[in-house]
Structure formats: structure tokens, C-alpha cells
């Protein structure tokens, strides 16, 4: 008879059998994940690893021989590309003073046009002038080019920012620091540490919520680059196979390398900081392979909480935590007793220059070029490298000059509400913008001055009149303009009648003296004699591209232009009436240095080298003795100026504009509401104009005069020649078809 199975004995198979299904559904389900886990790690980690911004970079600082410099912009230039004075230089970015001058060990760099590598060079100069540029061996070389300062970026979405680094990028003694604080045991364990995770599995248990971790950096790594940095058991049980699947899969020095660039260490606004690469150009402004021990000790201690130890906000904090990893490694043996000593008494070593864009009106000309050319999502994720015009230590002297005059002529008129500025500095020969102001601090918040806000101009455009009259053929600097009173009916029925600042008229003055004491009166009666058509037609040639109605108020300046478009008419008349859009992007390379785009000069004449010489003397005289003279307050009496000044109507807005050797700028002043002000052209923007000018090498400009030209001695009342020998005339260049016979007595 056969034995029947208790039901106890069956009851226990039937568990066993669910129980083996569970598992198998289990270790299916795992397999299924770690599938999908491994899937995801290689994907993400052999493909496109981050989306790099494109990095916008300032004109190369290039030395050679005979070139003048500003008093202070070479130590500037060189503190904020953080170079590093030594008692000796014999390393990249170290500088030494000698009796001659300085001895720079400059950086090497990935131009356009091929790799540079840093050279030691000794740069002779007397009295900011570079009188010789030898290499250490004694050989004379024609030019030094540093490496452009960094000055921005065009970030992604998330506003994560890095600078891609190797292994043989790191200093001596990084990788040791960094695995004696963060993870001793690196190259000996699989990704995950047992004695680590069980050592804050209790800590955490005892404490009855997640209070400490035992990630390796390979975890921390999985966690920053795949998960999120939310303390969950979730993502920590998630956490340990990946790191296990990241460790098989790639090598220690290929975990550890994408660990170096990705890790966050910092934040600069809306900004991130990853990587120690841009790490250290944040907080030190050196490449990282420049770094000393107790900086490298710094940057790793940051690690542990960027916020809380950020040395810029939190300097003793950080000097306490940096103390702490240098007497680590101490402990480990890594460092004597006498070098943890030595290193913790060092400062933060800290750079000097801002890590807050400094140039925000700047960089919203240069999305607004790239735009034209580049996708959005091009500019913001393929680390491309955009090369730009702009002149740090002219940008720096703009700003300077705008906060100090801005804050002058608040005390000297009682707090004026809401007053702002702008300045727009470019290269006289180039059309290149060098610096751009965009608000009365240097930055601004919603509005770029500079850019996007367009004032009547006032005038300005008194020299377009006088370049239109001239281009006639038919004035010269002499010609009589009568400056009565003028009455314009207007198409409601009123009557249009401009006054002279000073409320006076003055009879009949030569042309050039319309201009230099700007006589509202007699430039209307100018332009109308010329045709307001023909005045807005020379505008046009100029650069301006918008739609204005010929009504005779756009004579004095009755339209609304940017500083912007203001110094483009500017740029027009200093280089020498030939037309070319004002420009600022030179190049975009991809990262690895090849070529992209180039942006070269487009030019064409707007005006004859005749009309434009009689313009430039007259535009001097307006500085020298005109309405612009108080510029020489700033300035020495021999170098040479041509500019105009601006004031609308109940004074709402203060202008001035000019050239002087290589550098034409414009400054706006004014409320942001457009009521009125104090301020005059000569009372306002003249003094930012005057003291950025001041602080600008100046190399003199000499015009070529036009062989259709000539000198003439002249009476100013008659307009007739006389010899030079007679009392009260004045020598003006005159069109040789216009030219007056001579008298040969000073009679009149």
C-alpha cells in the first residue's frame, strides 16, 4: 500500500516551490536591471559626456618692440590672467622684475593658427615703453603673444560650467591628496568599499536616519553623474552595482579622470562649477597644473561642501578645512611635519580678479553676432571657442571711469534719481569694439544702455551737417552761416523755433564756428541750405540704418540712436570716412583649436578723404577751443582730440563722442525715465569720456593731407587770405578750388 504525503509535509513544498518562483523572478528582474544599469553607464560614459559652453575670450596682449603702454596695464593684464610674481620665473605663469623691466615665463596656448608653447622672455621698458624683447638664450624676438584672458561664457540650460582636464594636466601630489581624504583604498577595491558602507551602515542606524556615507569616488562619481545627490536608500541600493559595473568595465584612471571633471566645487551665481580644471581657474586664476600643495589641499577640501568652505565667502572656513587635509596627509606620511607647518601658514593665495562676469554688455553684442551664424544649441554644448576684440584693461578703465565720474556729479548735484550711462569704446583703425559699458555700475540688470535703449542724440549730428555741407563742394570751413533767429512752420500749424544755448543770436559766423560753439540756429539754417534729405542720406552712408523722417529738428539731433549706433557714425569719421560695421567676434574654433569661422572687415567710402580732413580740424577746434575743451582737463595739451559734445532739450540726456589716437569712444549719460538733468554734454559725459581717455596709451594719429588741400592764413571776419605776418587771422585748411586770392597788405 503506497504512503500518502501528510499535509504538513505538502503545505512546506507548496512555500519552498512559491518561494523559488519569487527568487527566480527576483534574479530575472535584477538581471533585467543590471542589463538596463550596464546599458546605461557605457552609453553615457563613451558618448557625449557633457554639454560644454562655448568660452569667449579677449584680444591676446602682444608685446613688441616700441610699443607704448598704459602706466599699470601690463601689471593689470598680467594679474588677471593670473600670472604669479617670484623672485625668480621658471615656470609658466610666473613674472620677475629686473632693473631693465620684467622677465615673463608666459603660458602656452591653442591659437587658430597652431599650438604655442610658453617661453621665458625678458621684456625691457622705459617709461612704459617696450624697448627690447630678448629670450633667455639672448636672442631678440619681434613679438610676444600671451594667451587671451577667459572672459565669459554662452552656458547651457543648467548653467553647468568645466574646463576639460587629463591626468597629465594634475600638479604634483593631486592625486595623492585627493585619494587620502576622499578614498585611500581607490586602486585596491571594485568601485564599492564593504568596511566603508558597513562603518556608516551603523553610524546610520544608531542615528535612525542617513547621516554619514561610505561612497568610494567611484560611488560619488555614480551619484553626480548618473543619480542625484539625494540621500535615499533607493539610490543608494542602486548606487553600489553601478559603481561595481563603472569599475569593470573601465579603468581606475578612466573613472578617476571623468571623476576630475565632473565633481561640483563651486557656484558663481546662476553659474556651476565642475571640475577641478575650472576649479582652479575660479579660485586662483592659474591652470591647474600650476597649483601648490596647500592650494591643491584647498580644492580638495572643498569637496566634502563647496558652500559652506567657499573661501571667498568663508575664509576661515576654508583655511580651517585646507589645514585639515594638509595634516592628513601629514598623518599618511605623505608630507613631513615641517611641510604641514610651512603649507598651513601660507595664505589662501586667492586671485585678485573677479570671477562674476565682468562684462555683461560686452557678451550681449557677442550672442547677438553669433546668433546670426550659430545655433543655439551649438553655442552652448560643443565647447567652442569664440575669440573676441575686447581690450580688458580699456573695458577696465570704461568701467572705472563710468562709476567714479557717475558718482562725482551725484555729490556735486545732490543725489540725481536713477541716473545711468554707457560707454562704446572701438579701435579707431579697425572698427573692433574694445569695451562696452551697458549701466552706470559696469553691469546692469534688464537693460543694456549701450544696446537697448535708443535717446535723442541732440548734437551729435551737428558734425553729419557739416560733413554733408562739405561734401557739396561747395562750403568751406569759412563760408558765412548766418546765426538769426529761424522760424519754421511745422504741418499742425506751429512754429518751430530753435534757440541757441545761450539764448543769444550771433550775426554771421564762419561755418567752423557753428560747430565749435555749436549755435543751434545757424546749423539749422546750415542743413536747410544743404536739404535735410541729403544730411540723412550721409547718415545712412554712415552706418545708420533706420527709418528717420526729414523733418528740419533732425538737424539738431532730434532722433533717437543707442551708443551704440552713435559710435558707428563716430568710427565712420575717424577712419577716415570709410565705412565698417562695428565688429567684435575674430574667430570660432572648435575646442581642439581648428578653424570654424573668420570674420573678415567689410569697408566701404561714405564720405572723400577732402570733406572728412576739413571735419577732423574742425572737430578738433571744437575740443580745443569749443564746447569740448574741458576734455584737456583730463588730457595733455599735445595730445590731440576731435570731438562734440550733445545735450537735448531740458538737458535729459548728456553726450560725448570722439577720437583721439587709436581709440573712438562715446558716453551717454542720463535718467531712466528721460526727465530732465544737471547735466550738460560738458558738464556730464565728458568727464567719463575724459578720464577713460586718460588712462588709455596714446600713439599720435597724423592725418595725410589731401593733395586737393592747402593751409591758408585767413581773416575770420572777411574770409579773405592774408599774409601771415598780419595780426588776428587763423590758419584753416581750405579746398584749393575754394581758395580766396591772397592780399598782400593786412588791410581789410
Not at 72 to 87: A, K, P
Not at 383 to 401: E, M, N
Not at 425 to 442: I, K, P, Q, T, W
Not at 503 to 531: D, F, I, W
Amino acid at each position: 500500500m503506497r504512503n500518502k504525503a501528510s499535509p504538513k509535509n505538502s503545505g512546506g513544498w507548496i512555500s519552498w516551490l512559491w518561494l523559488f518562483k519569487f527568487a527566480t523572478v527576483l534574479l530575472v528582474v535584477g538581471a533585467v536591471a543590471l542589463v538596463y544599469l550596464d546599458a546605461q553607464i557605457r552609453h553615457r560614459f563613451e558618448g557625449h559626456r557633457w554639454s560644454l559652453p562655448a568660452k569667449v575670450y579677449a584680444r591676446p596682449l602682444e608685446l613688441f618692440t616700441g610699443q607704448q603702454l598704459a602706466t599699470g596695464q601690463l601689471d593689470y593684464e598680467l594679474t588677471q590672467l593670473g600670472y604669479r610674481w617670484v623672485n625668480r620665473a621658471k615656470a609658466p605663469g610666473q613674472v620677475q622684475k629686473t632693473n631693465q623691466g620684467i622677465v615673463i615665463f608666459s603660458r602656452g596656448f591653442r591659437f587658430a593658427d597652431g599650438d604655442q608653447k610658453g617661453h621665458e622672455v625678458e621684456v625691457s621698458l622705459k617709461r612704459n615703453k617696450i624697448t627690447g624683447l630678448r629670450q633667455t638664450s639672448g636672442a631678440s624676438i619681434a613679438l610676444l603673444r600671451l594667451e587671451p584672458q577667459l572672459v565669459g561664457g554662452i552656458y547651457p540650460a543648467h548653467n553647468e560650467d568645466r574646463e576639460l582636464i587629463q591626468l597629465n594636466d594634475l600638479p604634483n601630489g593631486f592625486i595623492e591628496t585627493l585619494l587620502a581624504v576622499e578614498d585611500r583604498h581607490y586602486y585596491s577595491h571594485y568601485g564599492v568599499s564593504p568596511w566603508g558602507i558597513a562603518r556608516a551602515m551603523w553610524a546610520n542606524v544608531k542615528a535612525g536616519a542617513v547621516v554619514q556615507g561610505g561612497s568610494t569616488l567611484t560611488q560619488q562619481l555614480v551619484k553626480n553623474f548618473y543619480l542625484t545627490d539625494r540621500q535615499t536608500l533607493w539610490r543608494k541600493l542602486i548606487e553600489a552595482p553601478m559603481a561595481l559595473l563603472l569599475n569593470i568595465h573601465y579603468s581606475k584612471d578612466e573613472v578617476l579622470e571623468v571623476y576630475l571633471n565632473e565633481v561640483f566645487v563651486g557656484q558663481a551665481g546662476k553659474r556651476a562649477i565642475h571640475g577641478f580644471g575650472l576649479a582652479s581657474r575660479f579660485y586662483f586664476g592659474q591652470p591647474l597644473s600650476e597649483l601648490k600643495l596647500h592650494q591643491v589641499a584647498l580644492l580638495v577640501g572643498l569637496v566634502k561642501g563647496p558652500s559652506y568652505y567657499n573661501p571667498q565667502r568663508h575664509p576661515e572656513r576654508a583655511i580651517k578645512r585646507r589645514n585639515l587635509v594638509l595634516s592628513i596627509l601629514a598623518q599618511q606620511g605623505l608630507i613631513s611635519e615641517a611641510q604641514k607647518m610651512n603649507y598651513q601658514g601660507l595664505p589662501l593665495d586667492l586671485t585678485e580678479a573677479s570671477q562674476v562676469s565682468r562684462y555683461p554688455a560686452y557678451m550681449d553684442v557677442v550672442r547677438q553676432q553669433l546668433q546670426q551664424h550659430y545655433q543655439a544649441s551649438a553655442l552652448s554644448n560643443h565647447g567652442l571657442r569664440i575669440f573676441t576684440s575686447l581690450d580688458p584693461w580699456v573695458q577696465h578703465q570704461a568701467d572705472t571711469a563710468m562709476v567714479e565720474q557717475v558718482n562725482k556729479l551725484k555729490q556735486r548735484h545732490g543725489n540725481i534719481e536713477g541716473l545711468q550711462g554707457a560707454a562704446v569704446v572701438s579701435h579707431r583703425g579697425s572698427g573692433e569694439l574694445l569695451a562696452l559699458v551697458g549701466d552706470h555700475n559696469g553691469g546692469y540688470a534688464g537693460h543694456n544702455w549701450a544696446l537697448d535703449r535708443s535717446r535723442q542724440v541732440g548734437s551729435l549730428l551737428k558734425p553729419v551737417v557739416h560733413l554733408a555741407a562739405l561734401e557739396t563742394g561747395q562750403y568751406s570751413l569759412v563760408t558765412s552761416i548766418d546765426d538769426a533767429p529761424i522760424a519754421l512752420p511745422q504741418a499742425d500749424g506751429s512754429l518751430w523755433q530753435p534757440q541757441n544755448y545761450d539764448h543769444k543770436s550771433h550775426g554771421k559766423v564762419p561755418m567752423y564756428e557753428t560747430l565749435v560753439k555749436s549755435y543751434n540756429q545757424a546749423n539749422v539754417r546750415l542743413g536747410l541750405q544743404v536739404g535735410v534729405d541729403k544730411v540723412l542720406q550721409q547718415l545712412r552712408r554712415m552706418g545708420v540704418e533706420q527709418s528717420i523722417p526729414a523733418y528740419p529738428s533732425v538737424l539738431l539731433g532730434a532722433v533717437e540712436m543707442s551708443p551704440l549706433q552713435v559710435n558707428q557714425v563716430y568710427q565712420t569719421i575717424a577712419s577716415n570716412g570709410f565705412y565698417s560695421p562695428l565688429s567684435l567676434v575674430r574667430q570660432v574654433t572648435e575646442a581642439n583649436g581648428r578653424l570654424l569661422s573668420h570674420f573678415p572687415f567689410a569697408v566701404r567710402q561714405s564720405a572723400s578723404n577732402d570733406s572728412i580732413y576739413l571735419l577732423h580740424h574742425e572737430m578738433r577746434m571744437v575740443a580745443r577751443e569749443g564746447t569740448a575743451r574741458g576734455v584737456y582737463r583730463f588730457l595733455p595739451k599735445q595730445q590731440k582730440v576731435a570731438a562734440k559734445t550733445g545735450t537735448t532739450n531740458d538737458q535729459r540726456d548728456s553726450w560725448f563722442a570722439g577720437f583721439s589716437g587709436r581709440h573712438v569712444a562715446t558716453v551717454w549719460l542720463g535718467r531712466e525715465d528721460a526727465k530732465p538733468t544737471p547735466l550738460t554734454g560738458a558738464g556730464g559725459a565728458l568727464n567719463v569720456w575724459g578720464q577713460m581717455m586718460q588712462h588709455l596709451a596714446y600713439t599720435d594719429h597724423e592725418d595725410i593731407k589731401p593733395q586737393s588741400i592747402d593751409y591758408y592764413y585767413l581773416n575770420i571776419t572777411t574770409g579773405k587770405a592774408m599774409p601771415d605776418n598780419c595780426p588776428n587771422g587763423v590758419w584753416l585748411p581750405m579746398l584749393k578750388t575754394l581758395a580766396p586770392p591772397i592780399n598782400t597788405t593786412c588791410g581789410y
